[in-house]
């Protein structure tokens, strides 16, 4: 019926992106060395910090992160339950014992959830931009442990004049193929106290921690083609900002009210609250050739066992959320069969 086929997510890489990757080739140095070091000069004044240290991955630089923090047996971290299983995995590698808690209708951590969960155990807490919506990095400070801010979902996002990432003790980047800014895999820490900086360095340079070695390089390969997906970022964000503004348009004429959750942030991911079942609607939207997603595969705190009881926000949420494709790379005719699919979401919030 049609010849579309629409991914969740796909990579925006031009010439010049390629030509970059190739010429590092060229020149032989493709392991860690000076473009990874370009790398993270040009990512420390494009979100203006002190301290960046390129890695292998997101979650990488979240096991980096507690390890830095010296995190280990019987220390706790708080997390919200409505992010990727990464995030968690990341806190059990490092022994530490992980305290999941609900979000908020945004599906962000806030101070009263988190005040539950606090005890004097408690090492670090993990609050995540879900989708590139902010949470308040400040207020969560206010308990007196690290805040790690993961970022993945927000590089470049804009916090009332600070990058995403650079409000709390230590934050994180992920450049993965389906992030804002992609090196294939990557990801970066980011940080201003010069000792942790200098802790997380060692230790990402394959340092012995307490328990596991860490090395987690990211290539010069994979820089240059960070470097130069920089130099076109504003491009991805303007042509995201104005993707947003069609989808709202269309949300209005279809009669559903997208904005409330997608106006304020919703940078990476452009999400809607439906409540037909998601297998359903994922099929109709397949015979569209558009692929949709849930926002998160799964909740973690089912992951270890926890009843819903104890989630009701993140459960709701799980059960109403679909993403749509979203992103830059996105051509005008996809944009306008999106636009039009937005019939199919009857009862979208
Ligand atoms: C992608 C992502 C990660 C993990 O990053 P990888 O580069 O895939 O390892 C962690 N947290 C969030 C919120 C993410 O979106």
Not at 124 to 137: E, K, L
Request: some cysteine; proline content about 4%; glycine content about 8%.
């Amino acid at each position: 019926m049609t010849n579309l086929h629409i991914p969740h997510s796909r990579p925006w890489i031009s010439d010049q992106d390629r030509q970059a990757v190739l010429d590092t080739l060229a020149g032989n140095m493709i392991a860690q060395g000076e473009k990874a070091k370009a790398f993270e000069n040009a990512v420390k004044e494009y979100v203006r910090v002190e301290h960046a240290i390129a890695v292998a991955s997101g979650s990488s630089a979240i096991v980096l992160a507690l390890a830095a923090l010296s995190l280990g047996a019987r220390d706790e971290v708080v997390l919200p339950t409505y992010v990727c299983r990464s995030v968690l995995d990341a806190v059990i590698s490092v022994g530490a014992k992980p305290v999941i808690c609900d979000v908020d209708l945004m599906g962000v951590l806030n101070q009263k959830v988190v005040s539950n969960a606090i005890t004097r155990r408690t090492k670090a807490i993990i609050a995540v931009h879900i989708f590139g919506r902010p949470c308040d990095i400040v207020s969560l400070r206010s308990f007196g442990v690290p805040v790690i801010e993961d970022a993945c979902q927000a590089f470049g996002l804009d916090l009332g004049g600070r990058g995403a990432g650079t409000l709390g003790d230590i934050g994180v980047y992920s450049f993965h193929a389906t992030k804002c800014l992609t090196t294939g895999e990557g990801g970066m820490l980011v940080c201003r106290d010069p000792e942790l900086a200098t802790r997380a360095r060692a230790l990402a340079m394959g340092a012995a921690g307490q328990g596991q070695r860490l090395f987690m390089p990211l290539s010069d390969l994979q820089a240059a083609l960070g470097l130069s997906q920089l130099t076109r970022y504003p491009e991805f964000l303007n042509r995201r900002n104005l993707i947003r503004t069609q989808y709202l348009c269309a949300a209005q004429e279809f009669g559903l009210q997208a904005e409330e959750i997608n106006a304020s942030g919703g940078m990476f991911r452009f999400t809607v609250f439906v409540d037909q079942p998601f297998g359903e609607l994922q099929n109709q939207y397949s015979s569209f050739g558009i692929s949709i997603r849930k926002g998160v595969d799964e909740l973690l705190h089912r992951i270890v066992g926890l009843s819903d009881d104890d989630f009701p926000c993140a459960t709701e949420l799980f059960r109403k959320t679909v993403s749509l494709p979203f992103y830059p790379s996105l051509t005008d005719q996809e944009v306008g069969a999106i636009r039009r699919s937005f019939d199919l979401l009857k009862n979208g919030l």
